[in-house]
Every structure is written in structure tokens, then in C-alpha cells.
């Protein structure tokens, strides 16, 4: 993706997008960075780095301020699909430039390996789950947006290629023309019994703001908590259920009923086990029961 485009990043995130597209790719750009992780900046994204083991390949970097060697980092991987439409998985990001990628990132930085993420839009968010299988090391989750599965029938065999803790965090525009097949990855998901989380945001085809981005990098960070892969100290676990709370509260007072509903429902199953959800349950059991929640789930569902 485009870095200068790129969501604002998480600060406690190591952030790599693939720059492998059309006409990029066949040999390294002038400028293209091959240094040592010691002498990168911390807290900006780096434009352009050369793989040491396939210097025709490159991603942009963001190394968290706080990045230290000596502490492993979660780190997501950024494709953009460069385009609207889905072009050829050979012209978005190929094999070959995804593995040379995961090898620097493993090799050159402090990463656990117990927390790979991809993120995709569109094309690239089906690729994701195409690459899951392929990987060394279990992925732990993928943030895809604006398209559902790479085919029809790709799940059940998949389901059983991904980690014991593996999430998805997905959604679309609200407009966006793959809407209806994003919003069936709920109950699709559901049935194989894997942790995931929607969020429908106003607008088109696109990249979602970058609140929502935020959002699933917090959804990430509770999943691992749950799972022991994380410190919970190490997460403001707080200040997210506030704000989360919040938000459901401001879209409950703005008359924003079933979308109030939605996120009361999910705040009360993210911090289960971590904090008390008993008002947030309170609050999505009322809400379901009004004629709005009921009628807005008759015509979705129609």
C-alpha cells in the first residue's frame, strides 16, 4: 500500500506493507534501503526496504518508538490490492514476494512468531486467507476488508490450517458492493468455531478509516491476552473497554439503536474473563428486545 496512505500506526505494533505490484517488483527501485534494523528510524515509516535475500522484493516499514531488539513485537502485514478491482493474484503480491518479506522481517527484527498478522482490502483480503496454509508458522490472525473468502467452498479444510488462537477482524462500507458477502462471514465463522469480530463503517469500497483499524488492533491485543500470548499489563485494557463503552453510549443516545446493540453485544464478549461485562450484557439484552434491534435483524436477515 501506498505508506503515506497507511493508517495511523499502533504504537506497540510492527507494521510492514508489501510494495510488490505492477511494474514495481521486476528490479529494486533507486533507493531502496538495505540497513542494519539498529540504524532504522523508530515511530515513522521507512518508504522503501530491500530483502537481503531477494532484493527485488521491498515493503515499506513502521518500527513502534519503543521498538527494542530485545523484546519481541506483534507484526502485521499490510497488501493492498492497488486497485478496485480484483486483479490477478500474480500482479497484486505473489509467493515469492511474501515469503522473501516474512524471511526479512523474521531474521532482521525482534518478532514473535507466535503473532503474525495480514491485513488485506479487497482482492488482497481473500489472498490472506490463501497464504494462511502456506505459512512455516501458524497465523495468528487477519484483518480483511471489503471481501470475504477466496472461494466458495474454502472452509472446512482450511479452518483446520489455522492457529489454536487464530481471530479474524473484517468489515466493509456500508456501500460497498461486497457487503452482503462480508456480512455472512458472521454466521459462516460461527459455524467453524472461529473468533471473529465485523465492523461496518459509512462508505464505499475502501480501506476502512482509521478508527476501525485501531479497533482491530485492540480486538488483536485482547485475543491475546485471552490466550496468554500477551501480558495483560502490557495492553490498556481499561482506557479500551471505556472507549468502547463509550462509543455504544454515544451511538445509543444518537438514536442509533441496533448499531448500540452491536457493539454492547461484542464489548460484552471481548472482555469476558478480563473485566466485568455485566452492565454492557445488561444493556445488549434490553436493546435486542426493541422494535427496532428486531425489525433491523428481520430485513437484514431477508
Partial sequence: MNPRS?????PLW?????????????????????????TLPRGEIIESI????????RYALYLPSRYRPDTRWPVLILMDPRGRALVPLRRVVDFRAMTAMLTDLVERYAVDRRRLYFAGFSGTARV????????????????????????????????QSLGAHFGFFGGAGVTDFNFDEVRALDGLLDRYGIAHRLRFHDGPHAWPPAEVFAEALDWMELLAVKAGLRAAAAVPIDSIYARRLAEAREL???????????????????????????????????????????????????
Avoid: H, M
Avoid at 139 to 145: E, K, P, Y
Fill in 50 to 57: 530491500a530483502c537481503r535475500a531477494d532484493p527485488s522484493q
Fill in 128 to 159: 490472506a486467507w490463501l497464504f494462511a496454509p502456506r505459512l512455516s508458522v501458524p497465523l495468528a490472525g487477519i484483518l480483511g476488508f471489503g471481501a470475504g473468502l477466496p472461494t466458495s467452498n474454502f472452509f472446512p479444510a482450511a479452518a
Fill in 6 to 10: 497507511a493508517p495511523a500506526p499502533a
Fill in 252 to 302: 445509543e443516545t444518537a438514536g442509533r439503536t441496533y448499531e448500540a446493540f452491536v457493539r454492547y453485544s461484542a464489548i460484552a464478549e471481548d472482555f469476558r474473563g478480563l473485566r466485568p461485562t455485566e452492565p454492557a450484557q445488561a444493556k445488549a439484552d434490553e436493546l435486542e428486545q426493541s422494535a427496532v434491534v428486531l425489525d433491523t435483524r428481520r430485513r437484514l436477515d431477508e
Fill in 14 to 38: 510492527l507494521l510492514a506493507a508489501t510494495l510488490a505490484g505492477p511494474l514495481t517488483w521486476a528490479v529494486p527501485p533507486a533507493g531502496a534501503q538495505a540497513l542494519d534494523p539498529d
